[in-house]
């Protein structure tokens, strides 16, 4: 979530990091179908605290044969820790320690496997492993050509806006504000709805406003 450094708190996003590993020359459509399968079976078959905690191990020893250094690993793995114990700590109150242990597992290793594919592959390779999976729904009028356009915008949107929202916190710190939920919201929902009208605006002078 937030780092602290010289500049304030800072909000963190993966991004692909280049090494020579078995997992970084796999195809991307490859891992995205294998991370998918295991998300699958891990979240129809993993019944038991032992199995889901295996279940993570493994996990994260796959980001060591990716050799994604150990800085990088930490600082992309405690990122979404406190959304999930917020909620698994909910369910604790709700249905049981057990449950929610059970639940953490389970979700903390689909997300560490879905940040892991994310460091290890290019979005361009997987928006190219995308269209070509996609490509044969053509012939049914499937508009492959509009959601990976979609698709790469989007991609393309998320880190800058990571960007706008880092550029926000260190504006609202340095005018002494941090403490305010509106000098933070305000200025994130305006800039990010000027930026989405330009990029409507542009997309449409190119003809491809449908």
Known sequence: MFLSSKRGPRLTRSTYI??????????????ALAVILVLLLTAL???????A????????????????????????????????LILCGLLWWRVGFAVAAHRFLVLYAAVALAILLTLTTRVSDMLDSLER??????????????????????MRLIPLQWDLVNEVLDARKARGVSGSPLAFGVPVIVRSLLRAKAVGDALISRGVGD
Do not use: C
């Open 45 to 51: 078959f993993v019944t038991s605290i032992p199995v």
């Open 133 to 154: 999976g996609l490509r044969p729904l053509e012939r049914f009028g499937f508009p492959v050509d509009s959601v990976t356009l979609a698709l790469s915008l989007t």
């Open 53 to 84: 905690g295996l279940v993570l191990v493994l996990t994260l020893v796959l980001y060591a044969v990716a050799r994604i250094p150990w800085r990088a690993a930490l600082l992309n793995l405690r990122t979404p820790l406190p959304v999930l």
């Open 18 to 31: 280049p090494a020579d590993s078995p997992i970084h020359h796999l195809p991307a459509g490859a891992k």
